[in-house]
């Protein structure tokens, strides 16, 4: 039966894991290459693209200042910088 703790890393019924649970979860995915902050990469990455606020990422990031999250993550909405100079296409000719 699930029970809903609102947890990141629940457990298979919605509960806390056991931390050795998780390390074992977690080893199992490093053998595939996988590495913690590649999953926190893809986290903010995704999380800009959202288009959550920048601060707000910049929170959960816990980057020291919200430069640092602009900078580093500019590239993830490239598909919104694509879209954008595209309509200059036909201003510009």
Do not use: C
């Not at 703790?5 to 490093?30: Q, W, Y």
């Amino acid at each position: 039966m699930w029970e809903d703790h609102g947890l990141v890393f629940p457990s298979e019924r919605g509960t806390p894991t056991e931390p050795t649970n998780l390390s074992r979860s977690f080893a199992r995915l490093r053998e595939t290459g996988v590495r913690l902050h590649d999953l926190r990469h893809t986290v903010v990455s995704l999380l800009m693209e959202l288009r959550v606020p920048p601060h707000v990422v910049q929170a959960i990031a816990r980057h020291a200042d919200v430069k640092i999250t602009l900078k580093v993550y500019a590239h993830a909405n490239l598909d919104a910088m694509r879209e954008a100079l595209g309509k200059l296409d036909g201003r510009l000719s």
